[in-house]
C-alpha cells in the first residue's frame, strides 16, 4: 500500500539559495560601508625622502646675497673738463688728502682766466683809486677848515678891536660895521663848512663801504677763478685706496665725469636686493647674519633705499661687532634677513611636497610604516630649512616631503 512522503523543509537546493543570497546581501553591505574607497598608488619606500615632524626652536629668514663695499667711499668726479696731461698714480694706490692724481689740461679755459683775472686787476686798481679819491677830499676838507678858523680868528680879534675903538668913539660907524660884518660872515662860513664835512663823511663812509663790498666780490671771484683753474689738479679727497681709476695720457675728460673713487679702509658694508614683496617688513636696524670661515657675522640694515627697480630693491648692512679680515671689495656672501627671533614650533624640513601642495595636506606615514595617507594641514611661516606647521602634524609623525608630481594626488601610497 502506498504512503504519503513527508516533504523536508531544509531542502539542499533551499540551503544553497539561502546562503548565496545572505553572501550576496553581505558583499553588497561591504562595498557600501565596509571597503576602502580610497584611491591608492603602489610607490617604492626607498625612492622618497621622509622626515620626521618635531618640536623645536624656528626662527623665520630668507636667504639674500650681499656684495662687499667699503663703508665710506668719496667719489671724484671731473670738476672741469680737459685733456689727461700727466698721471701721478695708477688704480689701486693709498692716497693722503690733497695728493696728486693727474692733471688736466684746458687751453680755452686758461686763456679766459688770464683774462678775467686782468679785468678785475683793473677793476681793483679802480676801485682803490676811488678811495684814495675820497681820502683826499676828506682831507681837503679838513685844510679849508683849518684856513677858515684861521681867519675867524683873526677877524674876531680885528671886532674886538674894532668894537673898543668904536665905543671909545676913535673910529667911525663905517668901521665898525665892516669888522662886524666880516665877523658873522667867516662865522657862517664855518657853519656851511661843517655841515660840508658832515655831509661828506657820511657819503665817504657809505662810498667806503660799497666800495669795500665790490673789491670783496672782485677778490672771490678772482678766487674762484684760481680754484676753477687749480681744478685741473685733481686731488685726492680724502685718505683711502684709489679705485675704478682708468685714464689715459690725452684722453679727453668732460665736466662731471666719474674718474674714479676713494675707497676709505675703515670697515666694510654689505649691500644686497631684497625682493619687493618684503619692503613692508624691512625696517632699519633689523637684524641679518652670515657665516664665513666657520664664524657667524651680524649686522643690521643701516639704509633702506626707497626706489624699487626691476622688482627689488637695494638695502645696506654695517656689522654689529667684528668683521673677517679677509672680505675684499665685490666679494659676495649669503646672508640670513631675519624676520623674528627663534621661538617653540612645530617644524618640519623644506621639500619638493610644497609646489604641489601649497602646504595644504601633505602624505603621512602609518606607524606600521606599509602605507601613507593624505593629511590636510596649515603652514605658516617658513625658511630655508623648516616651515612651521600651524595645525594637522603632531612631533614625531613622519612624513613624505619629496616631489609629489607623480602620485596623481592619491589618498593613499602603499609602500612595495
Given amino acids: 500500500m502506498d504512503r504519503a512522503i513527508e516533504k523536508k523543509k531544509w531542502t539542499p537546493k533551499k540551503i544553497v539559495t539561502i546562503v548565496l543570497s545572505a553572501a550576496f546581501a553581505a558583499f553588497i553591505l561591504y562595498l557600501l560601508f565596509f571597503r576602502d574607497n580610497q584611491s591608492k598608488l603602489y610607490v617604492e619606500k626607498n625612492q622618497l625622502s621622509i622626515a620626521t615632524v618635531k618640536q623645536d626652536k624656528f626662527q623665520e629668514f630668507i636667504p639674500i646675497d650681499g656684495v662687499v663695499y667699503p663703508k665710506h667711499t668719496f667719489y671724484i668726479d671731473a670738476v672741469q673738463g680737459g685733456i689727461v696731461a700727466k698721471k701721478y698714480v695708477e688704480d689701486g694706490a693709498y692716497l693722503e688728502k690733497g695728493d696728486s692724481i693727474m692733471k688736466l689740461k684746458n687751453a680755452d679755459m686758461e686763456l679766459r682766466y688770464m683774462e678775467q683775472e686782468t679785468r678785475i686787476f683793473q677793476t681793483l686798481n679802480e676801485l682803490e683809486n676811488t678811495k684814495i679819491g675820497i681820502q683826499k677830499n676828506i682831507f681837503l676838507r679838513q685844510q679849508e677848515l683849518v684856513n677858515l678858523r684861521y681867519q675867524i680868528d683873526k677877524t674876531k680879534t680885528d671886532f674886538n678891536r674894532q668894537e673898543k675903538l668904536y665905543t671909545e668913539k676913535v673910529i667911525s660907524d663905517k668901521e665898525y660895521e665892516d669888522a662886524r660884518r666880516d665877523f658873522k660872515y667867516n662865522m657862517k662860513q664855518l657853519d656851511i663848512q661843517l655841515e660840508l664835512m658832515k655831509l661828506d663823511s657820511i657819503v665817504a663812509v657809505s662810498r667806503n663801504k660799497q666800495i669795500d663790498e665790490s673789491m670783496k666780490r672782485m677778490e672771490n671771484n678772482l678766487g674762484l677763478l684760481r680754484e676753477n683753474?687749480?681744478?685741473?689738479?685733481?686731488?685726492?679727497?680724502?685718505?683711502?685706496?684709489?679705485?675704478?681709476?682708468?685714464?689715459?695720457?690725452?684722453?679727453?675728460?668732460?665736466?662731471?665725469?666719474?674718474?674714479?673713487?676713494?675707497?676709505?679702509?675703515?670697515?666694510?658694508?654689505?649691500?644686497?636686493?631684497?625682493?619687493?614683496?618684503?619692503?613692508?617688513?624691512?625696517?632699519?636696524?633689523?637684524?641679518?647674519?652670515?657665516?664665513?670661515?666657520?664664524?657667524?657675522?651680524?649686522?643690521?640694515?643701516?639704509?633702506?633705499?626707497?626706489?624699487?627697480?626691476?622688482?627689488?630693491?637695494?638695502?645696506?648692512?654695517?656689522?654689529?661687532?667684528?668683521?673677517?679680515?679677509?672680505?675684499?671689495?665685490?666679494?659676495?656672501?649669503?646672508?640670513?634677513?631675519?624676520?623674528?627671533?627663534?621661538?617653540?614650533?612645530?617644524?618640519?624640513?623644506?621639500?619638493?611636497?610644497?609646489?604641489?601642495?601649497?602646504?595644504?595636506w601633505i602624505y603621512v606615514i602609518d606607524e606600521s610604516g606599509e602605507f601613507a595617507s593624505k593629511r590636510p594641514i596649515r603652514i605658516g611661516r617658513q625658511n630655508t630649512l623648516y616651515y612651521e606647521v600651524l595645525s594637522g602634524l603632531q612631533p614625531g609623525e613622519k612624513v613624505i616631503i619629496s616631489s609629489y608630481d607623480s602620485f596623481g594626488q592619491k589618498d593613499k601610497l602603499i609602500f612595495k
Fill in 229 to 360: 683753474l687749480a681744478n685741473l689738479y685733481v686731488k685726492a679727497p680724502v685718505d683711502g685706496k684709489l679705485s675704478s681709476f682708468a685714464a689715459e695720457i690725452g684722453e679727453t675728460k668732460n665736466p662731471g665725469e666719474r674718474l674714479g673713487q676713494i675707497d676709505q679702509l675703515m670697515g666694510y658694508k654689505l649691500t644686497a636686493r631684497i625682493d619687493e614683496r618684503y619692503i613692508s617688513r624691512v625696517y632699519k636696524g633689523q637684524p641679518a647674519e652670515f657665516d664665513f670661515a666657520g664664524k657667524t657675522y651680524q649686522l643690521e640694515i643701516a639704509k633702506i633705499y626707497s626706489d624699487v627697480n626691476n622688482g627689488a630693491f637695494e638695502v645696506d648692512f654695517h656689522f654689529t661687532g667684528d668683521h673677517p679680515k679677509e672680505l675684499k671689495r665685490g666679494l659676495t656672501v649669503q646672508m640670513r634677513l631675519k624676520f623674528s627671533s627663534a621661538q617653540e614650533a612645530v617644524i618640519v624640513k623644506r621639500g619638493g611636497f610644497f609646489q604641489e601642495t601649497g602646504g595644504n
